[in-house]
């Protein structure tokens, strides 16, 4: 058990749907391993009427639908209370500052709080300013803030919420999350980096040749078309997910696995990225979005034809890019990145495509060599492949490809822990290595800006892509013109091994 683990959970936005499909379930799940004291506490925040009792019903609802039906419910959901609050109304906070004392004196919680900000984003600056206006965050022990994303929806926003949060919190007690980093295989990544001698060396301008990063879903915006009519891939996706997985991949080895020293290596990346001026935009980034089509059978409609959105949106459901890294490690390596919605198969992987050997003995008229491949299979299956080529089995000296490959869920039966898990408990622990640093939102959110202002500028000719491909043919013309290919995902599974 973790000597701080105690601590004392304000979640506000305690009934909407990420409280109940991923973090009551994963409070639950770390109850259940063990990893939380008797000694926590939730008070669940939100505008509805409810009970102490109808709160703690809905949570065990909530467990019981994303886990089956579990033994000691009750005792994990005694630990809930609920307080019907407006978070814009000050008086609110005032009952919410004398229950959270209360529950604090009763389960003794050493003054611990986190503050999860499970809302509409358009909240986080009001509720921070609030919590510290009203005192809740005079606290003896530790103070924490969760925000979920988006952390703004350009520079100039985010420059404003953090400053109204950092009225309240220090930059050490923000955590920003980015579930992606909450993922297995890509907290893997820099293990794979930096714990293998044949990896290292090779991880360079000298040895790799490109690197494709690629996050595809099958379904469209189904009830988020409101919000994501105004954001979009870039800002959805771009910005903070694939922007991170490129910064892992790219970073120079840490000094240690210390908080501060993993983030300013990847803050380096960031500032490495070479800026795209306005007139270049179309060289290096692809627009899309979906049309009608096929997609597992089903005949499914166009965005513009999606619940809440504009029928003449303008917004992309689909980004490709081109990102280069201007540093001594990566010049001349473009990282390829694409992230779309209504794409043919729902897969996040890593790509890395090593340079071809100096001379082929092996070739045969049919067929040139394979290159060499070291796939990182993120979602939904977890795992590595390593594409080599070997001698055909018989005959002559021909060579094939083989796959060496590494699965998750080969190797352990159960689940690995679900994102939002990995990410409560280390904001309980009080590491932040996982979560992002300012600086790092600053500088991806000044290389998106430079792309959304161009598009916002000029109409696309949408829909470009049908449901059910994978993007539109501008895509794949990024890589053809530096003489490269997107590597088929669905060419990439991992094969289950044990
Ligand atoms: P949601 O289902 O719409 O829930 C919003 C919550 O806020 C509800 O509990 C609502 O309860 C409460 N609320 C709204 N206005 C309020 C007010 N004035 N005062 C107090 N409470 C208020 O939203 P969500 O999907 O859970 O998303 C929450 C945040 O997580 C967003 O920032 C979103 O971008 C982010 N996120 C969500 C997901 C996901 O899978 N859902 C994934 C990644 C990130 P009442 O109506 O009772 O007030």
């Not at 919420?161 to 220090?170: E, G, H, M, V």
Request: with cysteine; charged share 25%; proline share 4%.
């Amino acid at each position: 058990m973790e000597p701080n683990m105690t601590s004392l959970i304000m979640i506000f936005g305690a009934t909407g749907d990420l409280a109940k499909r991923k973090l009551f379930p994963s409070l639950y799940r770390l109850f259940e391993r063990g990893k939380l004291s008797e000694q926590f506490a939730v008070i669940g925040v939100a505008r509805r009427q409810l009970s102490n009792d109808g709160f703690q019903q809905s949570v065990k609802e909530s467990v019981a639908a994303a886990l089956g039906e579990k033994g000691n419910l009750d005792q994990f959901a005694s630990h809930f209370y609920y307080q019907s609050h407006d978070v814009s109304d000050s008086d609110s906070y005032i009952s919410l500052k004398k229950l959270a004392d209360e529950i604090d004196e009763h389960y003794h919680l050493n003054g611990n709080r986190i503050f999860y900000l499970a809302m509409a984003p358009e909240f986080f600056g009001t509720i921070a300013l609030h919590l510290k206006a009203d005192g809740l965050t005079d606290v003896t022990g530790y103070k924490r803030l969760v925000i979920e994303k988006p952390f703004g929806h350009d520079l100039e926003s985010a420059k404003e919420l953090n400053k109204q949060i950092r009225t309240a919190f220090s930059e050490e007690e923000i955590y920003r999350i980015d579930h992606y980093l909450g993922k297995e295989m890509v907290r893997n990544i820099e293990v794979i980096r930096f714990a293998n001698a044949i990896f290292e060396p090779l991880w360079n301008n000298r040895y790799i040749s490109n690197i494709q990063i690629t996050s595809s879903e099958t379904l469209g915006v189904e009830e988020r078309g409101r919000y994501y009519d105004s954001s979009g891939a870039l800002r959805d996706m771009l910005q903070n997910h694939m922007l991170q997985i490129v910064a892992l991949l790219a970073m120079e080895p840490p000094i240690s696995l210390t908080t501060d020293e993993i983030r300013s290596e990847k803050v380096r990346v960031f500032r490495s990225l070479r800026t795209i001026e306005s007139h270049e935009i179309s060289d290096y980034f692809v627009r899309g979005q979906y049309g009608e089509g096929i997609i597992n059978g089903e005949q499914v409609p166009k965005y513009r034809d999606e619940p809440m959105v504009d029928t003449e949106s303008n917004t992309e459901t689909f980004v490709a890019g081109k990102v280069m890294i201007d540093n001594f490690r990566w010049a001349g390596v473009p990282f390829y990145i694409r992230t779309g919605k209504r794409m043919e198969t729902k897969s996040t992987k890593v790509v890395i495509q090593f340079k071809d050997i100096p001379m082929n003995l092996y070739y045969q008229p049919e067929k040139m060599l394979n290159p060499n491949l070291l796939v990182i299979h993120i979602q939904p299956e977890e795992g590595l492949t390593l594409h080599l080529n070997a001698k055909q089995a018989g005959g002559h000296l021909n060579a094939q490809e083989v796959k060496l490959s590494f699965s998750n869920s080969g190797t352990y039966t159960m689940n690995t822990p679900e994102g939002y898990e990995k990410l409560l408990f280390d904001c309980m622990r009080g590491d932040a290595t996982n979560f992002t640093h300012w600086d790092e939102v600053a500088y991806s959110w000044a290389f998106v800006d430079k792309i959304s202002q161009v598009w916002a500028r000029t109409k696309a000719d949408f829909p470009n892509y049908p449901s059910g491909s994978m993007g539109p043919e501008a895509a794949d013309r990024l890589l053809e013109k530096d003489g490269y290919h997107w590597w088929p995902i669905t060419d990439l599974e991992v094969e289950n091994c044990r």
